[in-house]
Every structure is written in structure tokens, then in C-alpha cells.
């Protein structure tokens, strides 16, 4: 059973930093490309960063790109998500995503193009 778990969110002043963490189990984690998401109330889901199985591409969302960085470190069997940079429009629930297929490397945006979740965790900015 696939499990992801994120942590690593909380309460930032705009300019500030944070490091989102997401921890899967369950699974040869270097094998899979992974992903975090955004979503804020009353809005579809969104692309934020990916990674592939082995580590590239990295690939990032316009509104992101400079900002954040996302890498793995497969020993720990984790991908981060550093955000730098953060302003209040970045506020929102915050979810790692894999998919269900091995040794992916193409780039994958839809959130309909990935199989498990995790439950999210928050990350808030203040102005």
C-alpha cells in the first residue's frame, strides 16, 4: 500500500521561507517521478513542481519557477519542495503526488496524470 505523508507547512511572513517534506512508504521509491500540488478553496487543484524517477527533469509552474525548488533524496525515500521567496498568493493546502507507473520522465502537469496523494499540509502567508 502506497502511503505519502507531508509535512513541513506553517505560518510565513511574506519574503520568508519554507521546506515542505513528503515521505512515501510503501513502494522502491526511486523508481517513481513525483510532484507537489497547490489547492486553495473553491479552486481546482494546481501544477506547482515535478521531479522524474531519476531526478530530471525538474519542472515548475510559471507563477514558481526562481522560487521554488523541488528535489528527492531517495535514501530517505522523500522529495522537498524548497520555497523561497513566498508571497501571499502562494497560500494553500500543499500536496505530493506519485504515479502508479515506473520510471517516468516525461512532464506531467494534469493532476489527473497522477494515481496517490497525500493528505496535504498547510502553508500560509502573511502579507
Known amino acids: 500500500q502506497v502511503q505519502l505523508e507531508e509535512s513541513g507547512g506553517g505560518l510565513v511572513q511574506a519574503g520568508g521561507s519554507l521546506k515542505l517534506s513528503c515521505a512515501v512508504s510503501?513502494?522502491?521509491?526511486?523508481?517513481?517521478?513525483m510532484a507537489w500540488f497547490r489547492q486553495v478553496p473553491g479552486k481546482e487543484r494546481q501544477f506547482v513542481a515535478g521531479v522524474g524517477w531519476s531526478g530530471s527533469p525538474t519542472y515548475y509552474a510559471d507563477s514558481v519557477k526562481g522560487r521554488f525548488t523541488i528535489f528527492r533524496h531517495d535514501p530517505e525515500n522523500k522529495v522537498y519542495l524548497r520555497m523561497n521567496s513566498l508571497k501571499p498568493e502562494d497560500t494553500a493546502v500543499y500536496y505530493c503526488?506519485?504515479?502508479?507507473?515506473?520510471?517516468?520522465?516525461?512532464?506531467?502537469?494534469?493532476?489527473?496524470?497522477?494515481?496517490?496523494w497525500g493528505q496535504g499540509t498547510q502553508v500560509t502567508v502573511s502579507s
Open positions: 510503501g513502494r522502491t521509491f526511486s523508481r517513481y517521478a
Open positions: 503526488a506519485t504515479t502508479a507507473s515506473a520510471y517516468s520522465d516525461y512532464e506531467r502537469r494534469d493532476p489527473g496524470q497522477w494515481d496517490y
